[in-house]
């Protein structure tokens, strides 16, 4: 069987001639368009070293001790391009791993695009693949941009918040730019969570991570055998997006901590496995890859709000505010795995340590401990 391994990364917005009049949004020279960073190797073999499978990823971060499967419960992935392989794809991880027949809908708000990009299918496969392993009783809506132009991903993402759904994924970002917080209101939608990955490319702040608005998700290096077992340390990914935002101010929910952050927004506000030496397993058209990249640790994060609001009377809407909360009280500990080992950059604020960092946030989830305090919240 065929493996490959790569890692997303995300690439710059380029910021000319932007134009903001009513729903902001950003001008047509502007664009966000996603890569493959080039993170491969090779596997011949099938073994516990050969990507991980999802039994595996549950046991870590105890998902596999939860009853819930999120349940009536919508997880939008907003993605441009999309795949055409995508329904395959999905069904034959679906059989390698004996998980349930997905909920599916693809959405196409501006038209079927007439461009098929490897990057993004396999972005694709990755994000909704990975979404149902995670919450197999969630349904998934998604929802595909004509272009990786920031205004159709963007018109994407006001699409999918109108299709009833409780979280949005975006495993898509680019370079800050002046004008970004005019755009923050498109994350803005009553019950409604928004995820996004903080990027792949070490210590630095991305957008659409870097809005108030969102919940921005670093990267972790997860050592597991087999069963899911941690062999070691949890530790920080060195490819994990970090830092200190240029525009947008600090939230409230990050005030309560001290994060240090000179009045301004820090990222990532949590963290997930993403290195690609620790990746996971993705059909993409008749072939197995192992992937990495904060790509995969957003949608990760997506299916777990998915998990939580199937144990609620109402949606999480404001969860940075809840996540931020738990951590500054004693349940820290037994909600999160905090993370203290690693660094995305060479300044003394790229260095994972206790509590609050620039490289993995608050730290990686323990779901079944955090779950519960956000179902009662």
Known sequence: MKKKVFALAISSILCSSVLFTGQAMIS??????????????QRTQYNQYSGYQPSQIKHAYGVDKLSTTGQNQKIAIVVAYGSPTIQNDLASFNSKFSLTNANLQIYYPQGKPTVNDTG??????????????????AAI???????????????????????????VSMSWGGSEFSGET?????FQ???????AASGDNG??????????????????????????????????????????????????????????????????????????????????????????????????????IALVDANRTTPLSNVQNQLYSI??????????????????????????????????GLGTPLENNLLTNLAAN
């Not at 047509?28 to 190797?41: E, H, L, W, Y």
């Not at 830092?243 to 990050?254: A, L």
């Open 28 to 41: 047509n020279n502007d664009s966000v368009k996603m890569q493959p960073s080039g993170r491969f190797r």
């Open 120 to 137: 993004w299918a396999q972005e694709t496969s990755l994000d909704v693949e990975w979404a149902h392993a995670l919450a197999p009783n």
């Open 141 to 167: 809506d998604l929802v595909v941009a004509k272009s990786s132009s920031s205004n159709d991903l963007l018109g994407a993402v006001d699409y999918a918040s109108n299709l009833g759904v409780q979280v």
């Open 182 to 186: 005019a755009l923050d209101s498109h």
């Open 189 to 195: 939608h009553s019950n409604t969570v928004y995820v």
């Open 203 to 304: 210590a630095g702040t991305t957008w659409p991570a870097a809005s108030p608005n969102v919940l921005a998700v670093g990267g972790t290096s997860l050592p597991l055998d087999y069963q899911g077992n941690l062999i070691g340390s949890e530790t920080a990914w060195s490819g994990s997006g970090g830092g200190i935002s240029r525009y947008e101010k600090e939230p409230s929910y990050q005030q309560k901590l001290n994060i240090s952050s000179k009045g301004y927004r820090a990222i990532p506000d949590v963290a997930f496995n993403a290195d690609p030496n620790t990746g996971v397993l993705v059909d993409y058209n008749s072939s197995w890859y192992i992937v990495g990249g904060t790509s995969f640790a957003a949608p990760a994060w997506a299916a777990f």
């Open 327 to 360: 951590a500054s009280t004693s349940q820290y500990s037994s909600d999160y795995r905090d993370i203290t080992i690693g660094q995305n950059g060479r300044l003394s604020m790229d260095y994972a340590k206790k509590g609050y960092d620039f490289v993995t």
